[in-house]
């Protein structure tokens, strides 16, 4: 499961779990982005950080795992390259997914190599309150049916965004992402002014 996890929260961990109950995946291994190749609209907090915050959040979950992957390695981080070095890892053998927000693969035309990426995995697309099967077919047209599944998963409408705004204007976090994240977000005073 890819993504920024700036920071991850419990929208992200659902999804995962949804993802590994109904595809009976042995185990899902979350990876940060080291540096995205996709612009945000906000400065993104250094790696390292959202790297200790999802190995916090994931600790309790025996299925669950981190990979410091795209963030020790240079240049900038694309899912393409982390599911072929996952693909080399693993062998030919083992069936390897790529689990994503449904409203990201909206963009998936404008990723790096998206057709290699479409033969190393399946993508399971996690579709948020808000979002439709509808939504997401567009770019998906190419994409052969059987390599992308979409995944619904209960209401749960939180976002790494309005936490940030959150933790900016001095609100409280609890409920919305694993207590270790919250103490951590608040030790390290991330959110509050500049990243880092």
Same mark, same amino acid.
């Given at each position: 499961?890819? &993504?920024?996890?700036?920071? %991850?929260? #419990? !929208?992200?961990?659902? +999804?995962?779990?949804? +993802? ?8 899902? %291994?979350?990876?940060?982005? !080291? ?7 906000? +400065? ?14 994931? @600790? ?5 795992? $981190? ?13 393409? *390259? ?8 693993? =062998? +030919?053998?083992?069936?390897? #997914?790529? %689990?994503? !927000?449904? *409203? ?10 998206? *057709? $290699? ?12 309150? &808000?979002?439709?099967? =509808?939504?997401?077919? &567009?770019?998906? @047209?190419?994409?052969?049916? *059987? ?10 409408? %939180? ?7 959150? @933790? @900016?204007? =001095? ?17 390290? &005073? ?5 990243? =880092?």
């Amino acid at each position: 499961m890819g &993504g920024t996890f700036d920071p %991850i929260h #419990y !929208g992200h961990l659902l +999804a995962a779990e949804e +993802a590994r109950v109904q595809f009976l995946l042995d185990r899902v %291994i979350f990876v940060p982005n !080291g540096d995205p190749p996709h612009k945000k609209s906000y +400065a993104l907090t250094p790696a390292e950080h959202r790297y200790e915050m999802v190995v916090l959040a994931t @600790a309790s979950n025996p299925h669950f795992e $981190t990979s410091r992957v795209e963030v020790d390695r240079p240049g900038l981080s694309y899912s393409v *390259d982390t599911v072929r070095g996952f693909r080399e890892q693993f =062998g +030919a053998g083992v069936k390897l #997914y790529f %689990i994503t !927000g449904a *409203d990201a693969l909206t963009e998936l035309a404008t990723w790096h190599q998206p *057709d $290699t990426l479409l033969e190393l995995c399946e993508l399971i697309a996690v579709t948020r309150p &808000g979002y439709s099967a =509808g939504t997401v077919s &567009g770019p998906l @047209a190419r994409a052969p049916l *059987d390599r992308v599944h979409l995944v619904s998963t209960m209401g749960v409408a %939180i976002s790494s965004t309005e936490l940030r705004q959150r @933790a @900016a204007a =001095g609100k409280s976090l609890r409920y919305l992402t694993p207590e270790p994240v919250v103490r951590y977000i608040e030790k390290r &005073g991330l959110y509050r002014a500049a990243n =880092g």
